[in-house]
């Protein structure tokens, strides 16, 4: 189940702390981009490489784009200031606001992508909340509770943490996660060593195409909702180049309802395969589940930041103004011709 050169090499958590040395050591060195260059860089995963279609979004500037395996080589950038502007998920965010490291985020990118799968030997139905409930009460009043792979400290592991008590499950002491990467989850469905997943596509995809297990639920029925990646700056940049700054959200404005065409699909499919491996069926089955979006819902980074304080990932319970320090609506809403309550403030 491994694919090479498509998903984050790190754990978003591991990323994060790459991240916050990075920013300690390199941010307000000065040591910023070309100021008439605006340099794009993604990781190698499918909702990223839409970012990759960016350039052709902002005629008349000098845009080039950069991915990486490693988020680790991403972040030295974009905190060096040799990336202008970088694409994360939504819990690297949230782990930076809670060490107040000098981040912001300016556009919403692509959500979903999320699938929650289960074994084919627990029998169940898509959707069938109250036989999973059953069937995970049978399994820990047997001394055996039902084990759920999931990457811990990913958008997928907060979703389903928030999730599970929703349908009358507590994810800590009625099931068992088990921390294991997404292209790990194949096999240890496959060799039984867990009950369910909850792995990103395409690796969903992949899992289901192989029989490994079989599509249950999408983990959305919850407050974080499916935010998945957003489009971040540091503070530095955007203090000495905000008309690039302006330029980058006029070019998301462009970008997301572009990738709901037709045409904008087959570019990004076509980019897809240009930087990985990833079998076309996969792709195919994991495209209609991604869902372009730059509205960045304050509510919705609230509940994730709940969650992650919940889980222990961070390490104090952060206020909706630390939250709001590290994400700011002006760009955006001066692109869109959108106030920032309708692009997520306040919501």
Not at 116 to 123: D, N
Not at 149 to 160: K, M, N, P, R, Y
Not at 243 to 258: F, N, Q, R, T
Not at 269 to 297: E, R
Request: some cysteine.
């Amino acid at each position: 189940m491994r694919r090479k050169q498509f998903t984050r090499t790190l754990s978003t958590m591991t990323a994060a702390v790459a991240l916050s040395a990075a920013l300690l050591t390199a941010c307000g060195s000065g040591d910023s981009a070309a100021s008439d260059e605006i340099v794009v860089a993604s990781p190698q995963c499918a909702h990223c490489l839409a970012m990759s279609l960016l350039p052709d979004q902002m005629p008349g500037q000098k845009v080039t784009y950069q991915n990486f395996t490693k988020l680790t080589d991403l972040s030295t950038g974009l905190a060096s200031g040799r990336i202008s502007v970088g694409q994360i998920d939504y819990t690297a965010l949230v782990s930076l606001a809670s060490k107040g490291l000098p981040i912001v985020a300016i556009s919403g990118q692509v959500n979903g992508g999320s699938d929650f799968v289960t074994s084919p030997a627990l029998h169940l139905a898509e959707n069938d909340w109250p036989a999973f409930v059953t069937a995970a009460r049978k399994a820990k009043s047997e001394g055996q509770p039902l084990k759920i792979a999931s990457q811990f400290g990913t958008v997928q592991d907060i979703e389903l943490r928030l999730e599970l008590p929703a349908k009358g499950i507590d994810p800590n002491t009625d099931v068992e996660m088990t921390n294991v990467p997404y292209e790990g989850m194949g096999q240890a469905l496959s060799n039984g060593s867990v009950d369910a997943a909850i792995p990103a596509q395409p690796f969903a995809a992949e899992i289901i195409d192989k029989k490994f297990a079989q599509h249950f639920a999408y983990p959305y029925d919850q407050p974080a909702g499916d935010l998945t990646n957003v489009v971040v700056v540091s503070k530095t940049y955007l203090t000495e180049h905000p008309d690039k700054v302006k330029e980058i959200a006029k070019g998301m404005s462009k970008l997301v309802p572009y990738l709901k065409t037709t045409a904008g699909q087959q570019a990004w499919v076509a980019a897809i395969k240009k930087y990985t491996n990833v079998p076309d069926a996969a792709i195919s089955a994991a495209m209609p589940q991604l869902s372009p979006d730059y509205d960045m819902p304050m509510s919705q980074i609230e509940a994730i930041a709940n969650a992650m304080y919940a889980q222990k990932l961070i390490p104090e319970s952060l206020t909706a103004a630390q939250l709001r320090d590290h994400v700011d609506y002006t760009p955006l809403s001066e692109a869109t011709g959108s106030s920032p309550a309708e692009l997520g403030d306040n919501q």
